[in-house]
């Protein structure tokens, strides 16, 4: 193993990802490692934050970016899973024996697909707001628009994935959808693919050589995330999935259902007002969970 250093930051030229490595002053966890990634805002502070929060319980953390840093895509069209693919043998060649990934909502999508793609490599996934498809690509030009695409891709080609059956975003609906709600709600839009995604694109979670860890609100209105969730479970049981997993559900809490307060979870019901206080003890609970999780790799 490793000496413990300060930070070690990577780089996409010279590393072939973007990230940066938080070992905590005493490691609880030897050998093990989680790499930590968030969803669609595509913020590496927001993964930088989810490291820190790990290292701080005494678990080496790796922040990851696929998105939005040097070298990186600037939407989510074809993303290249490969970094993150260079960031687990970087991490298995530093004498890490179990590589785990935690992704939230998109990252979850990202975290699952990886986990599939990359038996050995990846020894753990924990999936925060899940789903259970890879989806069609969208772009942040002049709000948001649908890309004719896959979100992902893995050593040159696309990622099959569940179309939105859309030439051009909802965003009038969206809107609409939003404000009635008092949220920002996109469940409309990702229920077709949750209930029925293409057979193709379908998360084969069943292929992670690793133990599997999903966590959801029945809050969440952003996307369908405890229903994926469910069907990812009802798909390892029939798949005779051969590694732990569980399914945790809180009846609190939002979409960016993370172990650490955040300004924009207050667009979110699950937490804000009367539910903020069992939101917040819902999502440090599912921290102190995950750390179970990890302790049992």
Request: proline share 5%.
């Amino acid at each position: 193993m490793a000496a413990r250093t300060t930070n070690i930051k990577y780089c996409v030229k010279a590393d072939g990802f973007h990230g940066e490595l938080f070992h905590p002053e005493k490691d609880r966890y030897p050998g093990k490692v989680l790499i930590c990634f968030g969803g669609s805002d595509g913020r590496f502070e927001l993964s930088r934050m989810l490291a820190h929060v790990f290292q701080a319980q005494g678990l080496t953390a790796l922040a990851l970016a696929y998105v939005m840093e040097e070298g990186l895509p600037r939407q989510f069209c074809c993303v290249p899973i490969d970094p993150l693919e260079a960031a687990a043998r970087r991490l298995h060649g530093m004498g890490y024996e179990r590589v785990g990934l935690w992704g939230l909502s998109k990252g979850a999508e990202l975290a699952l697909t990886a986990g599939s793609l990359l038996p050995g490599l990846v020894n753990a996934v924990v999936a925060v707001s899940p789903i259970n498809t890879v989806c069609q690509g969208f772009a942040m030009e002049r709000g948001i628009a649908v890309a004719p695409g896959s979100t992902w891709s893995f050593r040159g080609e696309e990622v099959p994935y569940t179309g939105f059956g859309l030439e051009k975003f909802p965003l009038g609906h969206v809107l609409i959808k939003s404000v009635m709600a008092r949220e920002v709600t996109m469940y409309d839009l990702y229920l077709p693919l949750v209930k029925s995604p293409d057979p193709a694109a379908a998360i084969r979670a069943e292929e992670i050589t690793g133990p599997l860890l999903l966590i959801s609100s029945r809050m969440d209105t952003m996307w369908p995330s405890t229903e994926a969730a469910e069907r990812i479970m009802a798909r390892l049981r029939e798949k005779r999935f051969s590694y732990a997993c569980e399914h945790l559900c809180y009846d609190y809490g939002g979409h960016l259902f993370v172990p650490m307060e955040l300004r924009l979870a207050k667009f979110f019901k699950g937490d804000r007002g009367k539910n903020s206080g069992l939101g917040r003890r819902a999502r440090m609970d599912s921290l102190i969970k995950t750390l179970e999780f990890v302790s049992r790799w």
